[in-house]
């Protein structure tokens, strides 16, 4: 049985022979096992989506998992801004990412630029990926645009990509209640109007809709992320995708969240959008 000693995540550093052990974990499916070693592909074996995972860890007994690591790759490049005259120039502090199809369930590795944009992703799986980056005030890029994807050899090595990134817009405005009296703390978020997989309000461009939208939530700074309405119900959500079908929601308790109609915005500017909440 489970004691309030157990816990749900443990990590280890393997010996010199390659073992290991993780040890004081909590009865039941071991939902995902990570395994990271320089040289190596990430390895994650998920119970998810019908995967087997790790198996079971029954409570007094010990569980063998025998691990075996592929040889990775590395992904160099550089993250790039574009401005809109075509000025170029490095972006430090940018977080990339390394993506496949089951990123969302399995991880992903990533890295950190540098003060000359300059970036180094290690342990990547060979085969067909995508590569982007995020940053506060620029656009992620679509991972399903043929400027993100890059094949990795199955022989590893190194693979040079490098990232470019255009300047996001902002969208403010202010959330009232159906009397007109300012909501403060509502949370509002912009998000795309084609919807997690296509279809929703507004149908959008179909460029961010599906993957590029479930990216966008993954990665730090992917969106403007959910702000609070201050006392007086006004709001300002930055890193909003530019020239794109886009929505603000807005939440709060006891109140039915609220959506705006579908907006754009250009790179730079500031698109105003005020809620009402019933």
């Keep these: 049985a489970s004691t309030d000693s157990a816990a749900s995540t443990q990590t280890a550093i393997t010996g010199a022979d390659g073992s290991f052990k993780l ?26 989506m019908g995967g087997t995972g ?29 401005g809109p005259d075509g000025s170029r120039s490095p972006v430090a502090g940018a977080q990339v990412a390394v993506l496949t199809m089951m990123a969302g369930l399995t991880g992903y590795p990533t890295a950190v630029s ?30 399903t645009d043929e400027a993100s994807q890059l094949t990795v050899p199955a022989s590893g090595g190194t693979v040079e990509k490098d990232i470019f990134l255009s300047s996001a817009g902002a969208v403010e405005g202010v959330v009232t209640n159906s009397k007109g009296v300012p909501v403060s703390g509502a949370r509002v978020r912009a998000t795309a109007a084609a919807g997690m ?21 993954l990665l730090p700074n992917g969106t403007g992320g959910t702000v609070l309405s ?33 907006f754009t915005v250009k790179a730079g500017e500031t698109a105003r959008t005020d809620l009402v909440l019933q």
């Design 23 to 48: 040890e004081g974990l909590r009865p039941g499916t071991v939902a995902l096992g990570q395994v990271r070693a320089a040289g190596y592909a990430d390895l994650m074996a998920s119970a998810l």
């Design 54 to 82: 790790w198996g079971e860890v029954a409570a007094g007994e010990t569980t063998n998992v025998e691990v075996k690591l592929d040889p990775g790759a590395s992904v160099t490049g550089r993250v790039i801004a574009v």
């Design 114 to 143: 540098g003060e000359d944009g300059s970036f180094r992703v290690d342990g990547v799986r060979p085969g067909q990926v995508s590569i982007v980056a995020s940053a506060p005030r620029y656009v992620v890029p679509n991972p």
């Design 197 to 217: 997989f296509g279809g929703g309000r507004g149908g959008g461009r179909g460029g961010m809709g599906g993957m590029g939208g479930i990216v966008r939530m």
């Design 230 to 262: 201050d006392a007086e119900g006004r709001y300002r959500v930055e890193t909003v995708a530019a020239d794109e079908k886009m929505i603000v929601v807005a939440e709060a308790d006891e109140y039915v969240a609220s959506e705006s109609e579908p």
